[in-house]
């Protein structure tokens, strides 16, 4: 099966080889959320309806057990100490995973409500953590605990990383999903599953201006997905967005237009750049987690924006 989908023409030019997606792990029923933890050689990842996290050892390709239960955990990020950040729809809240073993908890309420299910994570230089906060888990039994929403919207947040304050960043969304920076933070990017909600409702990444301060302008849409939806995405160092969608990955340039497609035999969810080499995509689809050799010559800059834990801010 030819996996790329070239629309323009150097678009298997990232790639090493053929690209042919490796299947490193499967038995998932819906994992997402990936990881790669430079420190440990390893990737971990959610499987959120069972209710746990998963860890695949570089070394020796084994899959073990790293959070179980896992609170439903859904998005990870690592934060610039190599702390890894976790978004959880059972504990309805921000979480951050402390050199000792113990848990933090970032964001659990936004004006003395509870949130609804936080979604997936980024971190941004100045320190402070950006999530996005659908009500997917809360929806129904099957990602978390079904419940009411408190806030009764769904929103885009930023925990200050001084004051530790919980702050609305972005509420003109249905349903916020994956989110992420371009590599000097000119750029925020956040996308809108709100089609799962809403008849023609979004299905799109939309792209605002990051002003002093990080006062966000701007918001117009990106990229629109013409194969399910957008969930999670990772940018490269060169600005390029690639993101999961309904039949494997799409790589967008800066400009919006779509490069090309990694198409999978299952809808992804997210997807993260690293590996030992720093030249490996991993992306959670559906039941299994797939890795993807990309050429050498750009992908290790790239990898370094998912790997803030060996790679200081520049
Ligand atoms: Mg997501």
Known sequence: MTTLLAIHPHFPSLFAGNATPERIAGGGKWVEGPAYLPSHGCLVWSDIPNNRMLCWNEATGAVSDYRNPSRFANGHTLDWEGRLVSCEHGSRSVTRQEADGSTTTIASHWQGKRLNSPNDVVVARDGAIWF?????????????????????ACHVYRVDP????????????????????????TRLYVADTGRTHMTDGPKH???????PGYALSGGAVFADCDVGLFDGFRLDALGRVWTSAGDGVHCYAPSGALL?????????????????????????ATSAVYRVRLAADWATSSASMNMAGTLKPV
């Open 162 to 185: 001084a004051s530790g304050q919980c702050e609305s960043a972005l509420t003109d969304f249905v349903r916020p999903n994956g989110l992420a920076f371009n590599a000097n933070e």
């Open 260 to 284: 090309g497609k990694l198409l999978l035999p299952e809808s992804a969810a997210n997807l993260v750049f690293g590996g030992a080499t720093g030249c490996d995509l991993f992306v959670c």
């Open 205 to 211: 990444i939309r792209v605002f201006n990051v002003g």
């Open 132 to 152: 996005t906060d659908p009500t997917y888990g809360i929806d129904s039994d099957y990602e978390g605990y079904k419940a009411d929403s408190e806030i009764g």
